[in-house]
């Protein structure tokens, strides 16, 4: 398959073909993120099910918020992988991981507030 026809266009147009291994170790990061978004949103659903002493309320927001973190990651994974394969195709630098201080930032507040009220 030609270059020119892979999607997304932005992506396989740009540059120019780099070591199959890069992109290999790419995939894996991509798919790395992937199972933490399956595991957040599992959390999620794990925390809205299982009856804590946490306030009812504050429970439910903290499910929420894991399940938001569970989708942002998957989205964020996609163009990390996407940014990440075009400047190798591109021979720049490879870009930063910002979400990664979100995501876990978010899971440090979500832990705190299960162990401290939950139990």
């Given at each position: 398959m030609r270059a020119g026809h892979r999607w997304p266009h932005w992506v396989y147009g740009a540059g120019q073909e780099p070591d199959y291994r890069f992109?290999?170790?790419n995939e894996r990061t991509f798919l790395a993120w992937i199972r933490t978004s399956l595991a957040l949103l599992?959390?999620?659903v794990a925390l809205d099910t299982i009856d804590l002493s946490i306030p009812p309320v504050l429970q439910e927001n903290l499910?929420?918020?894991l399940a938001a973190l569970g989708l942002l990651c998957a989205l964020?994974?996609?163009?990390r992988w996407a940014r990440a394969e075009r400047a190798m195709r591109r021979l720049k630098p490879l870009p930063a991981a910002g979400?990664?201080?979100l995501v876990s930032g978010a899971v440090v507040v979500t832990?705190?507030?299960v162990l401290i009220l939950g139990f």
């Open positions: 992109s290999f170790a599992a959390g999620g499910a929420r918020l964020a994974s996609w163009i979400i990664s201080a832990a705190l507030a």
